[in-house]
């Protein structure tokens, strides 16, 4: 499928998603975003990507936000509107039962970095912003970062984000939590490639349940959320992965998983 504002790239089991508005810093309008949730959920159903890499067009941006010059004019009802599209399409990728990885390879700001907060990983290059410097415009932000990033880096440092603007750089994002890791920007998508091939040699099934039982368990209470990990890991012996991986381990082999 042809994209306007995305390109496409699927080689040994990993796609790589690449926002490419360059000359607007990859800036997130709607025809971006609608094609972001298309793309996003086409890798989903696609059975030859057991992983997916999201980065930006350029050496400067991962994404520098939602679109402002296509903000500014809303009224209240369409910044609601434009705000519940975005919680739509980073819901998609959040809850897609393949891991993403964001590959932020500068500005990750406002919807930017709501975009990284919604992948499972995030992997800097040294050059890397992240911030939400809504207040700047007089907003707040609308894609999911009141609510992921302080569930991610805690309460305190969220609040000091959001209610500063400021950006931190890649170290200190990685110091937060906020990136897993660093990586100079010639080696960000070689580093992202690496892992996402080594979480698709794993047992893809597993790793899709290992997924849902964080995402999904974490807004439980512990004994649901307990209740939740049990049944799941249960599901795990109905599988053919489970069987080999086992018996692999047994006969001193690798396993060949099958992802069933
Ligand atoms: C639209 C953007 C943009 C954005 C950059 N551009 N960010 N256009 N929306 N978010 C455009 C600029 O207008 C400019 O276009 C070109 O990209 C290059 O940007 P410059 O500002 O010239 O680059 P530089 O001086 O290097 O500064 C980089 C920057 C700055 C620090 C990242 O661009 C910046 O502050 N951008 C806005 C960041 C931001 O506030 N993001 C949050 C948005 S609100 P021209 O045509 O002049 O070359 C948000 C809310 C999400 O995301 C929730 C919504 C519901």
């Known amino acids: ?14 796609a790589v998603l690449t926002i490419n508005r360059p ?4 800036a997130l309008n709607e025809e971006t975003l609608l ?10 159903e696609n059975r030859d990507v057991s992983c997916v890499i999201i980065t930006g067009a350029g050496e400067k941006a991962f994404v520098a936000g939602a679109d402002i010059s296509a903000m500014q004019p809303l009224d209240a009802a369409d910044g609601r509107r434009f705000a519940k ?3 739509r399409v980073m819901a998609t990728i959040e809850k897609l039962p393949k891991p993403v990885i964001a590959a932020v390879n500068g500005f990750a700001l406002g919807g930017g970095c709501e975009l990284a907060l919604a992948c499972d990983i995030r992997i800097a290059s ?13 907003v707040i932000p609308g894609f999911g970062g009141t609510q992921r990033l302080p569930r991610l880096i805690g309460k305190g440092r969220a609040k000091e984000l959001i209610f500063t603007g400021d950006m931190v750089d890649a170290q200190e994002a990685y110091r937060i939590g906020l990136a897993n890791k660093v990586t100079p920007l ?7 490639r690496e892992l996402a091939r080594k979480i698709a040699s794993k047992g893809q099934y597993a790793v899709r349940l290992g997924k ?4 999904n368990g974490l807004d439980m209470d512990q004994d649901k959320a307990n209740q939740y990990e049990a049944d799941l890991f249960g599901i795990c012996f109905a599988t053919a992965d489970q069987k080999e991986g086992m018996q692999a381990f047994l006969e001193k082999r690798p396993a060949k998983f099958t992802g069933m």
Request: with cysteine; net charge negative.
């Open 1 to 14: 499928m042809d994209f306007k504002n995305l390109l496409l790239e699927i080689a040994e089991g990993v």
């Open 23 to 26: 000359k607007a810093l990859n």
């Open 35 to 44: 094609e972001l949730e298309c793309a996003v959920a086409g890798l989903g």
């Open 85 to 87: 599209l975005g919680h």
């Open 126 to 138: 040294d050059n890397a912003r992240f911030g939400q410097p809504e207040v700047n415009l007089g």
């Open 186 to 192: 010639a080696d960000l998508l070689q580093t992202a």
């Open 212 to 215: 849902e039982a964080i995402n």
